[in-house]
């Protein structure tokens, strides 16, 4: 099949571009990255470069652009995308910016597979707007025509896919029922951690952006409740934390706890942490557990994190519920009080990342590809057939 991947930054796109490369298609990559800055894909990967401009200067310039600029950007790539496009077999466009490309790719007679990592914006942005209020914020909600234009995305697409079961839930359930799963996991390094903590402390390592979906909020209430002694709560985060009132006022009441704003290996960071937590209460996939993991630190993940559903509770990490402070303070306890589950979960947390990946590919998001392919290939014979 020619296919074709349209999406505005290169993210997490080599995974199916090398992928469906090694079933011997041909792939095309429609990015305003420019091929010098494609990193991890296969040769065989084709590249057409179309603008971004607020993308180019937002990355170029570390700058935060304003929403409607990035709602403008998405759109104008969108449609220099579908004028550009030519015959495809498959077009998999990336969700906001792909309404135009996917149906220019169906009217000359493709399948339109939208990618979509998030949940349903409809109601990740209603969620959003929640979790501002709550820590003293307000949360940049999109444009309503940029919503309905998201909308009319899911419904114009021949499939969806989705990273994992909890961003498939989120949509109503005719579109759910075209939704693919493919776990967004790639390979994670295995090296176990070069430093361990000492016995005398305890460190406790959260990473990610948006504080708002990482659920910080919790971590920082369940935190302050706790006042564990010799112990420290390590944040990896942006200073976006310091701009909610009620996160800032935490951060300052609690001499233990540290935000770490850069880190030039990760795994140096994972290294000086006794465990590790994954708090999100919106996580479509959160591959930073499966970094931890990877690195053998004991670990604790919400069930809004879509990667949580690739692991055995109580074997691998500890899974506990979203929103939760009191599921935080009970699984963190658990962690600190007792050496045996943390010895434990440093040898099981590294096996059940290698059993995720085979000949250096990562099985579950292979397979996730093969379910799309074979549900575009039954589409296909019952429209023949039709």
Not at 26 to 41: E, N, Q
Request: glycine letters at 6%; charged letters at 25%; proline letters at 5%.
């Amino acid at each position: 099949m020619k296919i074709v991947i349209a999406a505005g930054r290169q993210a997490h796109y080599r995974l199916p571009a090398n992928s469906l490369v090694r079933r011997g298609n041909d792939v095309y990559l429609h990015t305003a990255t420019p091929r010098s800055r494609m990193r991890g894909f296969d040769p065989g990967v084709g590249n057409r470069w179309v603008p971004a401009p607020v993308a180019i200067f937002s990355a170029l310039t570390h700058t935060r652009t304003p929403l409607i600029l990035d709602e403008l950007d998405s759109m104008l790539f969108d449609r220099w995308a579908s004028a550009t496009l030519g015959d495809c077999d498959l077009l998999l466009g990336a969700a906001s910016s792909s309404l135009m490309t996917g149906k220019a790719a169906q009217r000359r007679g493709g399948t339109f597979v939208l990618d979509r990592a998030c949940p349903d914006i409809r109601v990740q942005q209603q969620m959003m707007v929640e979790e501002a209020r709550k820590v003293g914020g307000v949360f940049r909600t999109n444009s309503p025509w940029f919503i309905e234009r998201q909308v009319e995305e899911y419904e114009r697409a021949d499939f969806i896919l989705c990273p994992s079961d909890y961003s498939r839930r989120s949509f109503p359930e005719h579109l759910r029922r075209k939704a693919v799963l493919a776990p967004l996991y790639g390979c994670s390094a295995m090296m176990p951690r070069l430093i361990k903590p000492s016995a005398s402390s305890f460190v406790l390592g959260v990473v990610g952006g948006g504080p708002l979906r990482k659920g910080f909020l919790y971590l920082l209430q369940a935190w302050k409740e706790l006042a564990l002694p010799s112990a420290e709560l390590r944040i990896r985060t942006s200073n976006e934390i310091f701009t909610y009132p009620v996160l800032k006022r935490l951060i300052s009441e609690l001499t233990t706890v540290s935000i770490v704003d850069y880190i030039y290996d990760i795994k140096s960071f994972y290294s000086e942490c006794s465990a590790f937590i994954l708090p999100s209460v919106d996580d479509g996939f959160g591959l930073a557990l499966m970094e931890a993991l990877a690195c053998g630190v004991p670990s604790i993940a919400t069930r809004s994190c879509g990667a949580s559903e690739l692991l055995i509770p109580d074997r691998d990490c500890l899974l506990i519920e979203a929103f939760s402070v009191d599921q935080i303070k009970e699984a963190v306890l658990r962690l600190y009080e007792s050496r045996d589950l943390r010895e434990r979960l440093e040898v099981n947390g590294p096996a059940a990342v290698a059993g995720l990946q085979q000949d250096g590919m990562a099985w579950p998001y292979e397979e996730g590809l093969d379910r799309l392919l074979a549900a575009i290939e039954d589409a296909k014979l019952s429209k023949s057939a039709a």
